[in-house]
């Protein structure tokens, strides 16, 4: 059964990755203002580290329904959000599980503290999407790789 957080705009519920019921599935109904999807950590986590190198954030993700409006993928650091815009996920196939890796120094650049990683992954729209969710990892393979912006 679908659950929901109240007055959150965003609907969850189990699909299937690999086994019965292994990802999430997060409708966002686009009627609310911005809603976003966080995960987050008990205690903050250094990722320093791992952002001197190679290394992404991977998630496996499945695009159910495109986004009406752009979509960004944030990082908490020390109580501030870093965002990276991803337009409207055109990047990504449309039903199909694609694994997106964004590099570290990415987030980095875009403000985040890496030393201090409270949520290492925020998505966030304010129209509707439904998108689906099986893992998040740091790993260096990924599918589509996301490019650091260039000032």
Known sequence: MPASVADS???????????QEGARTFAFS???????????THAPADLSRETNGEMMLVATVRVDSAPTAPVSLGLRSAGKTARLPLGKLDMLPRGAWTTLGVPLQCLRQAGAKMDAVEAPLILSTPGAMTVSLARVKLGMDAQVRLACATH
């Open 9 to 19: 705009g965003v609907t969850i519920s189990a699909t299937d990755y690999q086994v």
């Open 30 to 40: 686009g009627t609310k203002g911005e809603a976003a999807l966080a995960l987050t």
